[in-house]
């Protein structure tokens, strides 16, 4: 791209880049401006510097300094590798270990991820961290766990506090009151259906019918109002 097409106007980037005005370049912002070190390497190779997949970098760190000898292309991957503090030595990268400030060869010395990235740690100190966490999260479960009396294992870490219903001594009685009471019903309705039973046998033999539930049986109502009775005596305890 000619470089008469691009005005001398320049302004800084929040980043501290310079900027300078060319509406016309193909990678310019919604104002028309496009970093000034590119505009300088792409004038020096002669075409045009795709940032999508290659980089200008700043060989001395700083980023107004866009003089020709300070200015190097490279690839997104090294380019972030270089801002991360890696150091390409011997034929491979090396880079420091920010728990043991170890410069260490990358390959060898860190594992690396599926998605073909490397962890920041050195592996032995990744180990020494990833068990002082498992550590740690088993201790604060184990504490969680005592706190709320949660059994571990068949065994109880900690014993249940005790239920309490209510907690004034009159609502105490008035709830070992319905409770009694709803035992009394269950028992009434256990009598009255064992005695319908009986009677709808009895009639099953001399008659060789069935009725669905006790229709025929003389104590059917009772029986019925029993149900019901102790239906209400169950919605009343539990409120």
Request: some cysteine.
């Amino acid at each position: 791209m000619p470089q008469a097409k691009c005005e001398v106007r320049t302004q800084r980037h929040s980043c501290g880049y310079l900027l300078q005005h060319c509406p016309e370049h193909p990678y310019a912002n919604h104002q028309g401006f496009v970093p000034q070190h590119r505009l300088i390497m792409e004038a020096q190779i002669g075409r045009i510097v795709n940032p999508c997949i290659e980089h200008v970098h700043h060989i001395d760190g700083i980023k107004d300094n866009n003089s020709p000898n300070n200015l190097v292309l490279l690839d997104i991957q090294t380019h972030r590798r270089l801002h991360r503090g890696w150091v390409f030595r011997s034929g491979e990268w090396w880079k420091v270990c920010p728990e043991c400030n170890r410069l260490l060869p990358v390959e060898s010395s860190f594992y690396k991820r599926s998605s073909g990235t490397f962890v920041n740690l050195w592996k032995p100190c990744s180990v020494q961290i990833s068990n002082s966490i498992a550590h740690a999260e088993v201790m604060t479960r184990t504490t969680e766990c005592k706190r709320q009396g949660i059994r571990r294992l068949g065994h109880p870490i900690y014993p249940q506090p005790e239920v309490r219903l209510r907690r004034n001594s009159e609502g105490d009685q008035m709830r070992v009151k319905d409770v009694q009471e709803a035992i009394g019903e269950a028992q009434r309705f256990i009598t009255k259906a064992n005695h319908c039973l009986d009677r709808e046998y009895e009639e099953y033999k001399s008659h060789a019918r069935l009725s669905v539930f006790c229709k025929s049986c003389t104590e059917s109502a009772a029986c019925k109002r029993a149900s019901m009775d102790l239906t209400r005596a169950l919605s009343k305890m539990r409120k």
